[in-house]
């Protein structure tokens, strides 16, 4: 019998695998979609409380993708659990009437809690939504969002971040994909984070630093989350690559969104397959 952590990191290259094919039919943001692919397999695959069949049970975790272009990753994800097939991602991906783009909507999709794109706008949804299951007398679910790296620099984010401090929502957890890399340059080129950790300390967060691409190190860190109904909200800060697991795209910026030939497919692939 395999174990856990060997299941995610099967699960975690299955999920780039179909990233790659639909990369060949679509543009997608395929470079954010890797860098953030293994906690999110983590996450969605070992981690959330969350029941496929009934995505609007009160007792379930929420998840807010506030860097709205990785919507690919999620999606696959959200198949893996049996939300849809990941033949549906393919096949509606970007079509008139299909459920799946390059970013999330709840309009055409039940299983996305919010409708992301705009950076800066998911946090403070999400900050919302934990305040909300307080309020409801909900202290056992918790809402997971995802950002950006580059995402942190709209200030949106820094009036969401005290104000998640100040109702000490302890059902919160923060992910910060940090792959040094925006749409149209390095972070340190745009808005460099310095010590972000730090920032997130001194506004009153509970910091957690990792490796972004060790499932071992990513499991932990969810499993030593303290409880929902627990007074301060957690950031898991990622350290991850652009385009990790596909050498020709990691940290290369023009690959931020695009779609690969058949050659560049087939290249992908045979490295996918060393790496498990
Ligand atoms: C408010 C806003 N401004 C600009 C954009 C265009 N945009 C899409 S992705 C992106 C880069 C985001 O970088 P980062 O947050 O680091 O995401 P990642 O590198 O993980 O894809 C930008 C500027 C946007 N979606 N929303």
């Known amino acids: 019998m395999i174990d856990q952590i060997t299941k995610l990191e099967r699960a975690a290259t299955k999920i780039r695998r179909q990233l790659l094919k639909l990369c060949s039919i679509q543009v997608i943001h395929i470079g954010g979609d890797l860098s953030s692919t293994d906690f999110m397999t983590v996450l969605w695959q070992y981690q959330m409380k969350y029941d496929p069949k009934n995505p609007k049970d009160e007792g379930r975790d929420r998840f807010v993708l506030s860097k709205g272009h990785a919507s690919a990753v999620t999606s696959f994800n959200q198949a893996a659990i049996g939300c849809f097939s990941p033949e549906a991602v393919i096949n509606e991906y970007a079509t008139d009437n299909g459920r799946f783009s390059m970013h999330s909507c709840n309009i055409v999709n039940p299983y996305v809690e ?117 007074n301060q909200p957690t950031v898991f800060i990622c350290h991850t690559i652009k385009g990790k697991g596909i050498p020709f795209m990691e940290n290369q910026l023009h690959w931020h969104a695009g779609k690969v030939t058949a050659e560049q497919y087939t290249e992908a692939i045979q490295a996918l397959k060393m790496e498990v």
């Open 114 to 230: 919010v409708s992301t794109g705009s950076l800066g706008h998911g946090f403070p949804v999400a900050c919302g939504m934990a305040a909300a299951l307080r309020l409801k007398g909900n202290h056992t679910s918790r809402v997971y969002v995802v950002m950006g790296d580059g995402e942190q620099s709209e200030g949106s984010i820094w009036e969401a971040v005290m104000n998640a401090y100040h109702y000490k929502l302890g059902n919160l957890v923060a992910i910060v994909d940090w792959n040094g890399l925006e749409s149209d340059g390095t972070l340190d080129q745009i808005t460099g984070l310095g010590n972000l950790a730090e920032k997130y300390k001194v506004c009153g967060w509970r910091v957690c630093e990792l490796d972004g691409h060790d499932i071992t190190a990513i499991k932990e860190a969810f499993d030593q989350l303290p409880p929902a109904d627990s």
